[in-house]
């Protein structure tokens, strides 16, 4: 879903380094605003960097290898009671690693715009693609996902049993492909539209 197909090993190796960059820039992007928030955690745990290796799971780095298109990173550290307003201090630091996708999304379309040549013009559409999905992607409400923490600080109704039973009871209506479908794909084709 976060990848597409490579045409050539310069085109694989180039975009493995993007989806590195992009999921290191997510997981980088919840530390620093919990640092900005007044925990120390991520930055006693050398977490609040820019370098991708600082952020990578080894499982999660392997599974980019292999398939060059899904991955993940280590997830981000933070202690809730050191920040001032928890939850809203929370579900903002949930924000941040979406929020940095479609930053670095807007960085790479206004790059596209500048350049010429056509397998660049390929690499940056396709991590344009990468950032906006795997943004979207990290949005929807489901645990562990980055939508699932804002929407349980957020919502008037934050019991967390009370919500993984209402997933229990509305997913086998549509199914992953048709909520992928009906949510993420509509999304992101409107993003896109304006960015490439």
Known sequence: MLGQLFTSP???????????LAIGIHEA?????????????????????????????PIGTLMIIVTGAFGWGKPSPFDPYNLKNPQRDTALISLAGPASNLMLAVIFAVI??????????????S??????????FN???????DGAKI??????????????????IL????????VATLVISPISNFILHFLI
């Open 171 to 178: 997913l086998p209506f549509f199914g992953g492909q048709s």
């Open 139 to 145: 949005l929807i409400p489901i645990p562990p996902l």
């Open 29 to 57: 992007a919840h530390c620093y605003t919990a640092d900005y928030l007044g925990d120390p955690t991520p930055r006693a745990l050398g977490r609040v960097t820019l370098n991708p290796l600082a952020h990578l799971d």
């Open 10 to 20: 310069a085109a694989f190796f180039l975009e493995l380094i993007g989806i590195i």
């Open 151 to 168: 929407f349980l600080r957020t919502n008037p109704f934050r019991s967390q049993n009370s919500y993984l039973w209402l997933l229990l």
């Open 127 to 136: 991590l344009i693609f990468l950032n906006v999905n795997l943004a979207l």
């Open 112 to 125: 596209l715009r500048l350049t010429g040549t056509s397998f660049v013009s390929d690499l940056l559409a």
